[in-house]
T-cell receptor, first 113, second 114 residues
Framework: DTEVTQTPKHLVMGMTNKKSLKCEQH?????MYWYKQKAKKPPELMFV???????INESVPSRFSPECPNSSLLNLHLHALQPEDSALYLC????????????FGQGTRLTVV | AQSVTQLDSQVPVFEEAPVELRCNYS??????LFWYVQYPNQGLQLLLK??????LVKGINGFEAEFNKSQTSFHLRKPSVHISDTAEYFC????????????FGAGTTVTVRA
């Protein structure tokens, strides 16, 4: 199994809503990532978890709150988002060692209205 | 500091013609280099990677890339493209001193026409 599974595939939420994005992998990878990708742009790193601990936060606004309940799961909790937060949110995982391949999920297309 | 520059934002190409996508990086330390492909409405898929060793790297779907340290380049090539190669291609780099941060170039849109 070389898949990273993200749910939901599409999400529309209002600015006052609270929602969560979910990501799951069963490859035994110990590093997991959240990226944000706007249309026609490369992915931008948001968070990195290493061995279930947050190791990198790229100065992401607090309305985005990551959580890593166990080594297979990664969540991104969303609250009070703005329309400009609309984007494709990609989850990825890697073995954790330097230079190893990152496997990406299909992404969640988020629209904030 | 590091950066990845993809020199072509769009590359139109006819089916069965060769294609080259150019990527340059700027770093004073050793790097790991990657090419990813993103098909419409999909996530990213790794085409190939350079970690060390042979400078010519072969990947999936007939793609290959050559690491040139003196020119700090990692250009991607395919001798004969198919319609199905229409996608966005991203060059990416990891600094050996900064293990988890995969930095992407701006991307190159490849459009294959019949």
């Amino acid at each position: 199994d070389t898949e990273v599974t993200q749910t939901p595939k599409h999400l529309v939420m209002g600015m006052t809503n609270k929602k969560s994005l979910k990501c799951e992998q069963h490859m035994g990878h110990r590093a997991m990532y959240w990226y944000k990708q706007k249309a026609k742009k490369p992915p931008e790193l948001m968070f990195v978890y290493s061995y279930e601990k947050l190791s990198i936060n790229e100065s992401v606004p607090s309305r985005f709150s990551p959580e890593c309940p166990n080594s297979s799961l990664l969540n991104l909790h969303l609250h009070a988002l703005q329309p400009e937060d609309s984007a494709l949110y990609l989850c990825a995982s890697s073995q954790g060692a330097l230079g190893t391949e990152a496997f990406f999920g299909q992404g969640t297309r988020l629209t904030v209205v | 500091a590091q950066s990845v520059t993809q020199l072509d934002s769009q590359v139109p190409v006819f089916e069965e013609a060769p294609v080259e996508l150019r990527c340059n990086y700027s770093s004073s330390v050793s790097v790991y280099l990657f090419w990813y492909v993103q098909y419409p409405n999909q996530g990213l898929q790794l085409l190939l990677k350079y970690l060390s060793g042979s400078t010519l790297v072969k990947g999936i779907n007939g793609f290959e890339a050559e690491f040139n340290k003196s020119q700090t380049s990692f250009h991607l090539r395919k001798p004969s493209v198919h319609i199905s190669d229409t996608a966005e291609y991203f060059c990416a780099v990891i600094l050996r001193s900064n293990d988890y941060k995969l930095s992407f170039g701006a991307g190159t849109t490849v459009t294959v026409r019949a």
